[in-house]
């Protein structure tokens, strides 16, 4: 605030210099007048003229009131009469330029006016000349470079010092109880607080505080929260910084970071490192002879891995780290000694999901009709950050429509937004592919309402979403599932496979619209076949070894098979006799209940939404009649 407000007076001081300048040289223009060298030939014999200054180019000096008579007798500045008029008996000054005269000065004397001469380049003029614009020069280049060096880390000379954001108590502001959904995680920090408070109760009986936390979990799930809520519970500084801040396109800038970064800590101890993305600078070091890109990383990493077996953790330091891919770390960084707990955040179950949106409606006002319990069933496998999109999206929806409070009808509004897609009602379809719709989504509905472990239907609309989706059939889930069985994932194939078997038993032809249907349906039966042994003819083989990502749903290219063309082959036709099984019984399902497919479809089509409950009234409605 100081520098800020130096720079602020200094600036203010030039300014104020240049307004004298300004309003100096404003006041001598007024009064300075050019003259031709034909009129200062005569006003120098009617003695017009005193005080020369005579230079190299120019003859300067006061009009005297002869010669200002002579002036404006003659016309010769028509300004000049108004300034007298103006100014009284002012003395105006003039200016002319000098021209070739041999005799000029021997007229002055003869007049007995006086002059001086004035050299024009004097020897700070001239030392200006060249010094000035070098100045200027320099001034821009190092204007430039410091610009360049803000971009990588405040300077070149602070290029390696460490990036971390430094935070006190005050300013982290967040505790346990904005951190819902992940109890067992923060049991298990809690003890690290305890460890940061009252580190004697550990030492005296010969414990060691672990060097290193490592928070592992899916994208959202709230790590980074977890560590800003640890520095505020326990009330010690907090340095947090990002794998990516130590790379940086000179060779050893990130080894020098590192370093920077546990002095840091040092000063400030005790203390949290806490270090997001730590997969950035944590992979796995290469094997192969070739150096270059990877190889500043890796230096990184080395330096990183010194620093942590080097610091003393009685002072009270303890690095936490956050990563949604932790295969890919390096087996030396995960090891006991440098990160001892590795701690599972994952994805929140249903109480979790509940507590979680309690702590994001705090700040919205709620309806009545609004049933979080209900919100949670109906967002399974969503995560801490989605959650909050979701109550974000449904107060600007009851914004929108002007509402006082956010109701349950916006929040199931949002959640379709967030699921599905974005509504687009100006989206219109023939009659016919209507008609299509609505009977691929109801087949998906009846089977789904006829299989014994397939989740019940929540809701089944036929209103456009997305970039793609023509309709939907959403299910609700009845609570959370962590296995499935085989039968389970056959009836979630007949489930899918419905929305075709209904458009090829009505219009007697399938239509593009069950193309994600198939994708989804041969991804489940290949998976049954390959990777969980449920085929009879090949018994309990997996033939999946291809290295996925824990927490991540990424596309990889997938791995050399170990087996041979005969048992691929095989593979093929088991995978599809599992999907034909399943086709045909969702046909058998729909065939035997072709009325009630009519009929829930004509009613979709005037409606273009039905609820879960009104469809079931509508199927009980018909077994009875």
Same mark, same amino acid.
């Given at each position: ?19 004298i ?6 006041? =001598?223009?007024? @009064? ?7 009129d ?11 005080d ?20 404006i ?19 105006p000054h ?11 000065l021997?007229?002055?004397? #003869? ?6 001469a004035?050299l ?32 990588a880390?405040?300077? *070149?000379?602070?290029?390696g ?26 049991? =298990? ?23 290193g ?8 799930t ?6 800003r ?35 840091q800590?040092e000063?400030? #101890?005790?203390?949290?490192i ?12 290469s ?6 890109? @990877?190889?500043e990383?890796?230096?990184?990493l ?46 929140p179950?249903?109480?979790? !999901? ?5 702590? @994001? ?6 309806a009545?009709?609004v ?5 949670a ?7 801490? $950050? ?13 914004a929108?429509?002007?509402?006082? #409070?956010v ?10 937004r ?29 089977? $789904? ?8 239907v @929540? ?11 023509l ?9 959370d599932?962590?296995l ?5 994932? =056959?009836?979630?194939?007949a ?10 038993l ?30 009879e003819?090949?018994g ?36 599809t006799?599992?999907? !034909?099984r ?11 209940? !072709?009325?009630?497919l ?7 089509l =005037?409606?273009?939404i039905?609820?879960?409950?009104? *469809?079931?009234q ?8």
């Amino acid at each position: 605030m100081k520098n800020n407000l130096r720079r602020f007076s200094i600036w203010y001081l030039v300014l104020f210099f240049l307004a004298i300048l300004v309003a100096q040289n404003y006041l =001598e223009l007024r @009064h300075l007048q050019n003259v031709s060298y034909s009129d200062f030939r005569q006003l120098i014999e009617l003695q017009g003229v005193r005080d020369l200054v005579i230079t190299t180019d120019i003859i300067t000096g006061k009009l005297t009131p002869a010669g200002v008579e002579f002036l404006i007798k003659n016309g010769r500045n028509p300004e000049l009469a108004a300034l007298m008029k103006q100014e009284g008996a002012v003395e105006p000054h003039f200016t002319t330029i000098r021209l070739e005269d041999k005799d000029l000065l021997s007229r002055l004397d #003869a007049q007995g006016i006086a002059y001086t001469a004035r050299l024009d380049r004097t020897w700070l003029t001239s030392l200006l000349s060249w010094l000035l614009p070098m100045l200027i020069l320099i001034g821009v280049w190092v204007y430039f470079i410091r610009k360049l060096g803000a971009g990588a880390g405040g300077g *070149l000379m602070s290029i390696g010092k460490s990036k971390a954001k430094f935070y006190v108590e005050d300013e982290t502001k967040v505790t346990f109880k904005d951190v819902a959904g992940v109890d067992e995680a923060i049991e =298990e920090l809690r003890e690290i607080i305890e460890f940061l408070q009252n580190p004697g109760k550990f030492q005296s009986l010969g414990g060691k505080i672990p060097k290193g936390v490592l928070l592992v979990g899916p994208p959202g799930t709230g790590k980074t929260l977890l560590g800003r809520a640890v520095a505020g519970e326990a009330g010690v500084p907090f340095l947090s910084l990002t794998g990516s801040d130590f790379v940086e396109m000179f060779v050893g800038v990130g080894a020098a970071r590192v370093r920077d970064l546990f002095a840091q800590a040092e000063e400030k #101890a005790p203390c949290i490192i806490f270090i997001d993305e730590l997969d950035a600078i944590g992979k796995a070091r290469s094997v192969s002879p070739i150096t270059g890109g @990877h190889e500043e990383r890796e230096n990184t990493l080395n330096q990183l891995l010194s620093e942590m077996d080097g610091f003393d953790t009685r002072k009270g330091v303890i690095i936490m780290s956050a990563t949604n891919r932790p295969e890919i770390l390096d087996p030396a960084l995960i090891r006991p000694g440098r990160f001892d707990r590795q701690i599972l955040v994952d994805r929140p179950s249903l109480k979790g !999901r509940e507590d979680i949106l309690k702590v @994001h409606v705090r700040g919205v006002k709620l309806a009545e009709d609004v049933n979080l319990n209900t919100i949670a069933a109906r967002t399974p496998g969503m995560v801490g $950050a989605d959650l909050a999109n979701i109550v974000n999206e449904a107060a600007l929806l009851a914004a929108r429509k002007n509402k006082s #409070a956010v109701s349950m009808k916006d929040f199931e509004e949002a959640i379709d937004r967030v699921m599905a897609g974005l509504e687009k009602r100006n989206r219109v379809m023939n009659p016919r592919e209507k008609e299509i719709v609505a009977y691929h989504e109801t087949g998906h509905a009846l089977v $789904a309402q006829s299989v014994p472990t397939a989740d019940p239907v @929540h809701r089944v609309s036929i209103i456009p979403r997305g970039i793609g989706a023509l309709g939907y059939t959403l299910q609700l889930p009845t609570e959370d599932r962590y296995l499935m069985t085989k039968s389970e994932l =056959e009836d979630r194939l007949a489930v899918l496979l419905g929305g075709r078997v209904a458009e090829e038993l009505v219009f007697q032809e399938a239509s593009t619209g069950a193309q994600n249907d198939l994708y989804r349906a041969t991804d489940i039966a290949r998976s049954m076949i390959r990777e969980y042994g449920m085929s009879e003819k090949l018994g309990p083989v997996t033939f999946e070894r291809e290295r996925r990502p824990l927490f991540l749903e990424a596309m990889m290219p997938p791995s050399a098979k170990d087996y041979s063309e005969a048992t691929a082959q095989e593979i093929d036709q088991e995978v599809t006799a599992l999907v !034909r099984r399943a086709y045909d019984r969702a046909q058998n399902i729909l065939a035997g209940k !072709r009325e009630v497919l009519d009929q829930v479809a004509k009613t979709l089509l =005037e409606k273009e939404i039905l609820e879960g409950d009104e *469809l079931r009234q509508l199927l009980a409605k018909t077994a009875a009649s």
